[in-house]
């Protein structure tokens, strides 16, 4: 075989600068597009545009391109990528997992990692490369439409999260038929848009991007080796992430290393000039894009064209060009796309939506339940029951509980419940077979969807109410008030659910409230009145049976929110890694009042908080050592006893307060965390480390830096000061971390 690049004998480095060697000016700026499968007409694009990447390209399409693009001068293959976002959703056959806020309440690293991989062998089976996930991106304000994408408010944890995802996208061994490509997106500060509006400004300095939004991003590239960012649609500070060389080229490559490729969101280079105006055409819109480090240009066409003029009109250098084609390609020899992985071959039968899989979207939705409120009624004996009355929206509807991402590149729009129908077991569903199991009689009121004012389910209900022993009221919201582009400025119960809810409180019927929703909620009534609360944000095709074994103590919820839920929503922010207001310290507490005259300080239910039916019990907390030098971690170590009847799992958390610094400092932040099974009556020896590092802050010339003194250590069962047990520990002399350039 005479050309390099097609012989595996060589080194990928040595086969991608030979393949660089014999490409045209025309046939690299082709290798940088990426191009809608869908819509569009753009797949006839392929051969005259060289194009090296489409996305949503699903069913035998990938097959039918991937041939045409073999038989290509060059034959390079193409790289497909598509949102699969909470398992390979788009195919119905997939694997369907909770949602990324759903599935985040596990604090469970390993089930993320399990659930990647699994994700990756059924995408990688329907001959897809790459799949635009994780987010990263940190839930700021609720009323933003895509916290359902987010692993929560905690960067720290968001960072955790996601670097166990990718590592299972990508998989750790050398096999490449089960690996695909992860995307660490939106690159950067994109939940920090003004008002929770999608895509707005985000007013914010570098300092705290460097404090809260880069961290995860920054965990992704350095700990995970993700493949590749995608770039943010917003501007921050007036400048748009596209063009941002800081960001994508002097941190991102350069800093952390990153030896994958960057890729903009859906038309942000076209945008540059028509939405964001910051380009007076186009052309200047590509050439500010390829030079800030964009690798990659997701739907924009016309920078085929318009990057080949710049070009040779000597504007663009061929060398940025080659240095991004460098990374693309990489990443495809690396995925073995040039040699025996170019088609897929697996079985899909074999793969998908198998019983193996399907067990760990299962164990992802029970691991996923919240339990908020229990006055004692949960878990019910099936045996008390003679008749159960379901009620409310969410109860039987598929698209709610599956929730955004789920119904191919419909999204939000998406009205067809019919996709992943068989794999979906609703909760009206899974209580209806425990009444055959159980005996008892069940009745079940929908009444009007989420937004629907208009249905007269309340007088239905009032009806059946005599003689019902437990009420489970299933609210929330549904896929239209929810995703991108779909903010919402009110987040009470919509529709007539409040109404629905009232009723059945004034019948003194024993309340169950099931939140299937895509956010937190704005819901005091419901904690002030209902019985029981189980949170299960979108909770996934098991999202029903996993309501069931909460309700009847068959599964003890062990989930803890990884984001707080508001009071109102003009409380909002309500995160709890807040900093403390000049007139807090009015109060000479050391966290202060900050409060609205008219709204409580905190939370309706707090970042880190889930019940459970056992009780534990913590002890003999401790540090290793109360004075530490720069660069030494910090170990803690406690007890935790489960004084129950039953066994069950504590996410044991650790903030850490830095309380005299040059510069103000979070009231506390997540440094480390462990779920523990305990089983009834067990003592758990528990230890966690916090690496030295947790303790830096950004100072004003971008440094990490470490400063001397005291620092409190919390350590307890959620981030609430009353389940905070508190030490100090003094660090001797400052030390810089990291130094900006
Ligand atoms: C979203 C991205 C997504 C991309 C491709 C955009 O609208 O912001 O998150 O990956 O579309 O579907």
Redesign the pocket.
Known sequence: MSEIYKNEQYSIQERVCDLLSRMTIEEKVGQLMQLPAHFGGFTDKLEEWHVGSY??CTGDDATTLQQRAANTRLGIPLIFGI?AIHGHCFDNHATVFPTQLSASSSWDKDLMYRMARVTAKETRATGQHWT?SPVLCVARDARWGRINETYGEDPWLIGEMAAETIKGYQGDGPNREDSILACA??YVAYGETLGGRDSYECDTSRRKLLSLFMPPFEKAVKEANVASL?TG?HAIDGVPCTVDKWLLTDVAKTDWGLDGFIVT??ENVRSLHTKQYVCENEKEACYRSLLAGNDMIMSTPEFYPLTIELINEGRIDISVVDTAVERILTKKFELGLFDDMRFFTAEKSSVMGIKPHLDVSLEASLKSMVLLKNNGLLPVDSADIKKILVVGPNAHDVIAQLGDWSFGSMQAGATNDTYHRDQTTTVFQALQKASQVHGFELEFIKGSDCVDENFDEISQIEQALPGVDLVVACVGDTLSQNG?FHDRADLNLSGKQQAMLEAVKASGSPLVVALIASKPLSIPWIAENADALVCGFNPGPYGGEAFKQVLFGEHNPSGKLTVSFPVHVGQLPVYYNKYVGWHAQSSGQLNGEERYIDMPKDPLFSFGEGLSYSQYVYSTIRTSRQTIEPNQDISVSMNVTNTSQVDGTEIVQVYLRDLYSSYTTPVKKLCGFARVDIKAGETRAVDITIPFEELALIDSSLNKVVEAGDFHIMVGSSSKDCDLTVLTINLTKDCVVMKSN
């Open positions: 996305l949503h949102d635009f997106k939106h995608m649609y969101d859906w991108e």
